[in-house]
């Protein structure tokens, strides 16, 4: 049973910038994919970005440009660099670790952007 946890998230201005973690229980990075979705009370979930086993990565068109995932291997966490942030990029941002028909989710973590 793989555990992620997520921290980084919280109240900032139109234009700042946050950096999310996720914390994985153990050394998964070489066999899982990481990604980061986000989703608001009574939405769907929404995909935001991903990184594979090799490093290579994708993101979603509505975060392209201003965000960046990463991971450190060493330290068993993932990263989503989010800059230039918007009143529509408040939500509750999970971390997801998928490999094949196994995934594993996070608790979340509260982003919320507003003057």
């Known amino acids: 049973q793989v555990q992620l946890v997520e921290s980084g998230g919280g109240l900032v201005q139109p234009g700042e910038s946050l950096r999310l973690s996720c914390a994985a229980s153990g050394n998964i990075f070489s066999t899982f994919t990481m990604g980061w979705y986000r989703q608001a009370p009574g939405k769907e979930r929404e995909f935001v970005a991903l990184?594979?086993?090799?490093?290579?990565?994708n993101y979603a068109d509505s975060v392209k440009g201003r965000y960046t995932i990463s991971k450190d291997n060493t330290k068993n966490t993932a990263y989503l660099q989010m800059n230039r942030l918007t009143p529509e990029d408040t939500d509750v941002y999970l971390c997801?670790?998928?490999?094949?028909?196994?995934?594993?989710w996070g608790q979340g973590s509260q982003v919320t952007v507003s003057s």
């Open positions: 997801q670790a998928v490999r094949l028909r196994t995934e594993y």
């Open positions: 990184i594979t086993t090799n490093g290579l990565t």
